[in-house]
């Protein structure tokens, strides 16, 4: 990556190690990223998180699924997250959006290309991929993986290997989109026969084109099999 490209806050983080006051201080901003988020964010779910590419426009076929599936999310009781950002993450927010259930994003703050979609509740910016990754994560009971590009490969297979070596529960993730993903899942098929993941793992992803059967997928192996529970706020911590 050009270091032109990168943040103020990304270069010395990239750029190996620095004196230990440095680091102490940069441990303390990551903290405090977390702590931010947690209070903004503790009672928003149960989620979803849609992961898709930033780059499609409202005319593209892929944003008009993501719409839908959007909507459907909302409709079936969940808060819709996604990266806040717009392509097939505006289309998503703006189904739950309009369907009158809650929108949320986790913004990355980038040079170029990302920025917050009109379509959110409640958001916030964040400058560390890491920490938007974790959140995307943490309140979700399912994932949602339409067309996308490297982010949404790294989203995707970050949560597969947190759910494969039982660091989350195993909540659905949804491949949305059998033709874009075709050569993706013939990989993962490849990697079970070659025995370098077990062939149960192939039953961890659901690979569909239809918002119904992703919604009835969601309802048997997410609000069916665990307890669903909102977080209510404490005034003893300043929340009601």
């Not at 780059?55 to 599936?69: I, N, S």
């Amino acid at each position: 990556m050009n270091e032109q490209q990168l943040s103020p806050e990304e270069s010395p983080f990239l750029s190996g190690p620095l004196s230990r006051l440095n680091e102490l201080f940069f441990t303390f901003r990551v903290m405090f990223s977390f702590i931010k988020a947690f209070r903004k964010m503790h009672f928003l779910g149960p989620c979803v998180t849609v992961f898709g590419s930033a780059r499609f426009e409202p005319d593209h076929l892929y944003y008009q699924q993501a719409e839908k599936v959007g909507a459907a999310l909302s409709i079936l009781g969940f808060t819709v997250m996604t990266g806040g950002g717009p392509g097939i993450m505006e289309a998503a927010n703006k189904g739950a959006y309009e369907a009158g259930g809650p929108s949320v994003g986790c913004n990355i703050i980038l040079p170029f290309e990302q920025k917050r979609n009109p379509y959110l509740h409640t958001w916030i910016d964040i400058r560390y991929f890491f920490v938007r990754k974790f959140l995307l994560i943490k309140y979700s009971y399912a994932f949602v993986v339409m067309p996308g590009g490297m982010g949404t490969l790294d989203e995707l297979f970050e949560s597969i290997t947190l759910i494969q070596t039982k660091m989350i529960r195993d909540f659905p993730v949804v491949i949305f989109g059998s033709e874009y993903h075709k050569e993706l899942c013939q990989h993962i098929q490849i990697m079970a026969q070659n025995e370098s993941i077990d062939k149960e793992d192939m039953k961890l992803l659901f690979v569909t084109d239809s918002v119904e059967e992703m919604i009835a997928h969601i309802r048997a192996h997410a609000i069916n099999k665990f307890k669903l529970v909102r977080t209510k706020p404490s005034r003893w911590f300043g929340e009601g």
